[in-house]
Structures are given as C-alpha cells and as structure tokens.
C-alpha cells in the first residue's frame, strides 16, 4: 500500500493534464480544418487565410471554453481542487481521504473575500463565515475503473473509466520517496 501525503492541486493543473490528454485524441478535428483553409488560402484564394484566422481567432476559443464548462465544472474535478490524502493498493483500490484545508489557505480565501466585499456587505460576510464547508466523504475508486496510469514530469495521473474523460493527479511531490525511487527503478 501506498499512501501520500497531504496535498492539493489546482484547477490549471488539471486544465493542462486534461489538456495533454484531449489534444491527442481530438486535437485533429481542431487543426484539419485550420491547416486546410490556410493551405487553400497560399495556394489559389486568400480568402481562404481569413477564413482560417476566424477559426484561429473565434472558433477555437469558444471550443476551449465549451471544454471548460464539460470537463472543468464537473463533481470529478473537485478530486483535483480538495485537499486529501490517497491510499493506492495497486490492483486493488484507490482511496481518496478528503481533508479541511489547512488553515493557511482558509485564511488567504477569507483576506481574498474581504479585500473583494464593499463596506456595506461587512455585515453578509461574517455570517458566511460562520458557514463551514463540508469536506466531502472518502472516495473509494475499485482498480477495475483505472485504465492506465500515465507519469507526467510533475504528476502521477490515474485515468479512469468514465463518460468524460476522469482522472486522479497526485503530484510526484506527495509520494514517500522510498516509494519514488521503488517506481522509478522498475
């Protein structure tokens, strides 16, 4: 068994794990149509070139936020922004343990908040403050739902089997060394 240490990623490090993963696959249906425009646009029309900035200047961007709102405001993109710890029996289960978040980070959220308040909401804002954020219950994923493990230069990502495209990331920095050098030699 292994388990990690405390940690928490970022939502802009799942965006460019989710990134790495999705150009591969679909990236072409993105850059077929650019590069056949531009190559039309050199060869016989430029008005082709227009055609094909337009899909570099509009379309795409667009296609990037409709990936924001499918992949990144989905519940299997809160297992990359919660804090927690991961318990991995290979073969067996990955167990996600979520924790509060460290009382720094609840402090630099709050100084945030109050810096973005006007003085008259002075009053809501200490009333949120007594609201606590649940911290979701542990998460059990069985290893038949992993259908690879994929090592990046900074994270160890588990991808799984879903509608969408779900996976866990846990930083190389989060691992026990002993259990680092372990999977590095083999």
């Not at 055609?51 to 299997?76: G, K």
């Not at 289960?93 to 959220?109: F, G, H, N, T, V």
């Not at 979701?136 to 509608?163: C, G, M, N, Q």
Request: proline share 7%.
């Amino acid at each position: 068994m292994k388990k990690t240490l405390p940690f928490v990623t970022t939502s802009g490090d799942y965006l460019g794990v989710l990134m790495s993963l999705w150009l591969p696959r679909y990236g072409w249906t993105i850059l077929v149509p650019l590069v056949v425009c531009a190559a039309i646009g050199v060869l016989s029309d430029v008005r082709f070139l227009l055609i094909a900035l337009m899909l570099l200047f509009i379309v795409v961007p667009m296609l990037m936020s409709f990936l924001y709102t499918y992949y990144m405001l989905t519940p299997e993109a809160r297992r990359a922004v919660t804090r927690k710890e991961v318990e991995i029996i290979d073969g067996q289960s990955i167990r996600l343990r979520y924790l509060p978040p460290e009382e720094k980070e609840a402090d630099e959220q709050r100084d945030r908040s109050r810096r973005m308040l006007l003085p008259i909401a002075r009053e809501e804002e200490r009333r949120e403050e007594a609201l606590v954020v649940p911290v979701p219950d542990p998460e059990t994923i069985s290893w038949e739902d992993v259908l690879a493990v994929k090592y990046t230069s900074r994270f160890r990502v588990y991808i799984l089997k879903a509608e969408r495209l779900a996976f866990v990331l846990i930083p190389h920095s989060a691992m026990p060394r002993v259990e680092i050098q372990a999977d590095n030699k083999v």
